[in-house]
């Protein structure tokens, strides 16, 4: 049986240079923790905060699969695709960066921080030709219930990856309970809190914890108060 994995939003490695703040919960860069290496496919999570005006300049990915998640402000992001777009709160971003791509995200406004979340998963196909997608979920009923908002799947809901993954988000009322219903009963469950409490399969989580877990086919989640919760749904191996 694999073992559950609990990583709190104080165990996280917080990078500061100045204009970035970065809550990284697994192994990015110049910070290396073995045991924190990732969760099934899911390679990278972090938790930035991008002073007004400044970002992330031009650099290259290849085969990864990259998904930003705009909490508060708004991201400017443009690509050697051609794309040059602007993201904010209620959308999610995906590119498959495949053979290669070069990009830049930089905060659209001067005087105020951005904050999102920068996720990274293993594709489960090489040398893809590279690709960009865009959606706005912020109009979808995420009131008690979990809005899926990327899938493998072109013409499902939501953005789409190069990998057997299922991402939602919901907005539950304190005293909510409601199960998540694995679509890969092999797959594994990463719950994230962007904020509040709840409690997973009986774990108590807070804001900014995050829950790693390998269950038969279901998952029960308890809202102790109101909360905001991101489930991301990853194989094991890809």
Same mark, same amino acid.
């Given at each position: 049986?694999?073992?559950?994995?609990?990583?709190t939003?104080?165990?996280?490695?917080?990078?500061?240079?100045?204009?970035l703040?970065?809550?990284?919960?697994?192994?990015?860069?110049?910070h290396?923790?073995p045991?924190?290496l990732?969760f099934?496919?899911?390679?990278?999570?972090?938790?930035?905060?991008?002073?007004?005006g400044?970002?992330?300049?031009?650099?290259?990915?290849?085969?990864?699969?990259?998904?930003?998640?705009?909490l508060?402000?708004? #991201?400017?992001?443009?690509?050697?695709? +051609?794309n040059? $777009? @602007?993201?904010r709160?209620g959308?999610?971003?995906?590119?498959?960066? /495949?053979?290669?791509?070069?990009?830049?995200?930089?905060?659209?406004?001067?005087?105020?921080?951005?904050?999102?979340?920068?996720?990274?998963?293993?594709?489960n196909?090489?040398?893809?030709?590279?690709?960009?997608?865009?959606?706005?979920?912020?109009k979808?009923?995420?009131?008690?219930?979990?809005?899926?908002?990327?899938?493998?799947?072109?013409?499902?809901?939501?953005?789409?990856?190069?990998?057997?993954?299922?991402?939602?988000i919901?907005?539950?009322?304190?005293?909510?309970?409601?199960?998540?219903?694995?679509?890969?009963?092999?797959?594994? #469950?990463?719950?994230?809190?962007?904020? +509040?409490?709840? $409690? @997973?399969?009986?774990?108590?989580?807070?804001?900014r914890?995050g829950y /790693?877990?390998?269950p038969?086919?279901?998952?029960?989640?308890?809202?102790?108060?109101y909360?905001?919760?991101?489930?991301?749904?990853?194989p094991?191996k890809?």
């Amino acid at each position: 049986m694999k073992n559950n994995i609990l990583h709190t939003a104080e165990s996280r490695f917080l990078a500061d240079h100045g204009w970035l703040k970065s809550a990284q919960t697994f192994s990015f860069h110049d910070h290396y923790d073995p045991q924190r290496l990732q969760f099934g496919a899911l390679r990278v999570l972090n938790d930035d905060i991008v002073n007004g005006g400044k970002g992330f300049g031009r650099h290259p990915h290849d085969n990864m699969e990259i998904i930003s998640i705009p909490l508060e402000g708004t #991201l400017e992001h443009q690509d050697s695709m +051609g794309n040059v $777009a @602007v993201i904010r709160p209620g959308e999610i971003q995906a590119m498959s960066a /495949g053979t290669g791509i070069y990009h830049t995200e930089f905060n659209k406004n001067a005087d105020e921080p951005v904050t999102f979340l920068q996720i990274w998963l293993y594709p489960n196909k090489l040398n893809v030709t590279p690709r960009y997608d865009q959606r706005d979920y912020g109009k979808g009923d995420m009131h008690n219930k979990f809005l899926q908002i990327l899938s493998p799947n072109a013409d499902d809901e939501g953005v789409w990856i190069n990998q057997q993954a299922w991402f939602h988000i919901g907005n539950l009322d304190a005293g909510f309970e409601t199960a998540y219903q694995l679509k890969d009963a092999s797959n594994g #469950l990463y719950v994230f809190v962007i904020k +509040g409490d709840i $409690a @997973v399969d009986g774990q108590p989580l807070s804001t900014r914890d995050g829950y /790693g877990l390998w269950p038969d086919s279901e998952v029960k989640i308890t809202a102790s108060s109101y909360a905001e919760v991101l489930l991301m749904e990853i194989p094991e191996k890809w």
